[in-house]
Nanobody, 125 residues
Framework: QVQLVESGGGLVQPGGSLRLSCTAS????????MGWYRQAPGKQRELVAS???????NYADSVKGRFTISRDDAKNTVYLQMNSLKPEDTAVYYC???????????????????WGQGTQVTVSS
């Protein structure tokens, strides 16, 4: 059973920093693209940043220059370093993996569109 588990959220003052982590657990063979999304109250979920298996990155315009996404495939983990945080960054942040290849007995299984449970980020003075 493959799961994504996020950590690192919390309360931070404007201008502060947080680092989110998301680790895939289970008998992982490989992970394709990964990303971070966020959803603020009353708003739709939006893409914050994504990273391909080859480590090409993409960012929402609102976070360019402030957030950095990275991955450590040896640890099956993706990170989101968030600097210069603003109140408008307040949201629940979700980790996503678009596809994960994992072991199922002696076979390899391709699963798609995995989501973590979300972690709250609150930026407030």
């Amino acid at each position: 059973q493959v799961q994504l588990v996020e950590s690192g959220g919390g309360l931070v003052q404007p201008g502060g920093s947080l680092r989110l982590s998301c680790t895939a657990s289970g008998r992982i063979f490989s992970i394709n693209g990964m990303g971070w999304y966020r959803q603020a109250p009353g708003k739709q979920r939006e893409l914050v940043a994504s990273i391909t298996r080859g480590s090409s990155t993409n960012y929402a315009d609102s976070v360019k220059g402030r957030f950095t996404i990275s991955r450590d495939d040896a640890k099956n983990t993706v990170y989101l370093q968030m600097n210069s945080l603003k109140p408008e960054d307040t949201a629940v942040y979700y980790c996503n993996a678009d596809s994960i290849r994992s072991y199922s007995g002696s076979y390899l299984y391709d699963g798609y569109d995995y989501w973590g449970q979300g972690t709250q980020v609150t930026v407030s003075s």
